[in-house]
């Protein structure tokens, strides 16, 4: 016996339903997920090349611009050679506010980057070369410094070498991928 026409509507409306949220569900089951470190930002640490802005508040003499050197030291009046590398900016506020109470009574420091070291680009995009870092940088963001992608350009892969690490790693290319200051950036050429 033939089913009405409404009750065959029905049955149709709800599998199309249950097969599209079906759909949705699977496909966020299987979306890439990116690398932990990649999409989580980690605190700045000092490196090699940043120019700080130190002031120290009533005491002109002490306040003013400086680099940290290759050693990853700043030479700083009174106290000398202060540890800056490896360091974030309140630490680094921390240790110099420290070694200047031997000789200020309750020192009041405050410290902050003036100019972050400069990353690094290259492979297929038009200009490789270094450019300046700024807050938040992405690898699009990078990229589009650097003139764009070439025509043969991949991507969806980024090889990235953080400063002081010996070897490159390779990440999904996002929106959200970080640059952190001194990277080293490679875009690779895609394969067809």
Request: charge should be neutral; glycine fraction near 10%.
């Amino acid at each position: 016996m033939p089913k009405p026409i409404w009750h065959t509507r029905r049955t149709l409306l709800l599998g199309v339903s249950l097969s599209a949220g079906a759909g949705l569900l699977g496909g966020c089951a299987t979306m890439p997920s990116t690398p932990a470190d990649v999409s989580q930002p980690t605190e700045y640490r000092l490196g090699p090349g940043d120019q700080l802005r130190i002031t120290v508040f009533n005491e002109a003499e002490l306040t003013g611009q400086f680099v940290v050197g290759s050693q990853g030291t700043i030479s700083y009046p009174l106290v000398g050679t202060v540890e800056a590398a490896g360091l974030t900016v309140s630490e680094f506020s921390e240790q110099l506010q420290q070694a200047l109470s031997e000789y200020i009574r309750q020192p009041n420091v405050s410290v902050e980057v003036a100019n972050y070291r400069p990353f690094f680009i290259l492979g297929e995009v038009q200009r490789p070369g270094t450019y300046p870092y700024s807050a938040n940088l992405t690898v699009l963001n990078a990229v589009a410094t650097a003139g764009g992608f070439t025509y043969r350009a991949n991507r969806n892969r980024v090889f990235i070498r953080h400063a002081n690490e010996p070897d490159e790693r390779a990440y999904p290319l996002t929106i959200a991928t970080p640059v952190m200051p001194g990277d080293t950036i490679r875009i690779g050429e895609r394969l067809f």
